[in-house]
């Protein structure tokens, strides 16, 4: 019993080509019951049969054939990507070495020189049938391992988003200020990656769709650090002190010790918090190295934290407070456009200036509700 048969399928069909009667009758007696036979008695009707709906498990192919040899069967079936996985085995008067070297350079798996050994050529037909089987139970295998893996990864990026949304949430209550904070700048840091992207600028190659897409992810958590800020003075109803203000700067160390003990906790160290952590802990830096907590400049600010420095200005200066009322648009375009080259990456910036009428959009579909 075939390893096809053995898995419950349908006997496999050979296709037995050769323009000579008494020769396929002897094939086909030879193959007997155990498989299922076709006949082709030229090349072409040899391809038609083939390249149908209904396409053989193996092919019998005879060389020395009229009008269409076996050889240029062979290299037609080798050279279609729908029958090229058909193995071939060819049967032939032709001894020469180079004959045979021939027909396995065109693709043949076997080549068997008449006259015919039945036992000789069951045993090869077996043979190759079988793995055939194993080739389209290893081709089944793989198709079911890919669904697997790709469920796994919508479980694992479920499961990122689910962790991501829980922190920042936990950050939003204490903070009544915030409102839709996080869901605007989360989309104003994806406009702003894709827009240099798109453009060619700076980082272009490292801002692709994974790259991209985990900049949206992590950026709510950028203010993650305010949940170690005391409520007198994150919930002041005011402008803070210097002294008051020391104290709020420390929300980006909380924000990545937090990140970093939840890192710690996963298999790898270059997880998808490592860019939370880079936001949270610098994206009040300054491109001219003026801001905190480190004092870094330049290039030494991670791109991400760049990002997500106008994105959070930007969406302060929109804003209502308490101590403020909120800054028009066109005005805060004014302020983030005159601090390229000082406050931020001046790159950055350009990216920013050509996509401002999206930031204007996403404001306004994520405004704050007014009682």
Known sequence: MTQIESAGAQKATILVVDDTPDNITLLCSVLGDQYRNKVATSGIKALKIAKSDQPPDLILLDIMMPDMDGY?????LKADPATRHIPII???AKTEEGDETKGFELGAVDY?????VPSILMARVDTHIALQGARKFLEKQNVILEEQ???RTHRLAALQDAIIIAMASLAETRDNDTGNHIRRTQHFIRELAL???ERGMQHAQYLDDSVVSTLFKTAPLHDIGKVGVPDAILLKPGRLTQE???VMKMHTVYGRDAIIAAEKTLDTPESFLKMA???AYSHHEKWDGTGYPQGIAGESIPLSARLMAIADVYDALIARRIYKE???HGEAVAVIEKGGGTHFDPEAVAAFSAIKDKFAAIAAQFAEDVA
């Open 195 to 197: 827009c240099l992207r």
């Open 244 to 246: 008051e203000f020391e």
């Open 149 to 151: 893996v790709e469920e």
């Open 90 to 92: 060819f049967l032939t």
């Open 72 to 76: 240029e069967v062979c290299g037609q």
């Open 326 to 328: 909120p800054m028009p």
């Open 277 to 279: 952590m880079d936001i």
């Open 112 to 116: 068997i020189t008449k006259p015919i």
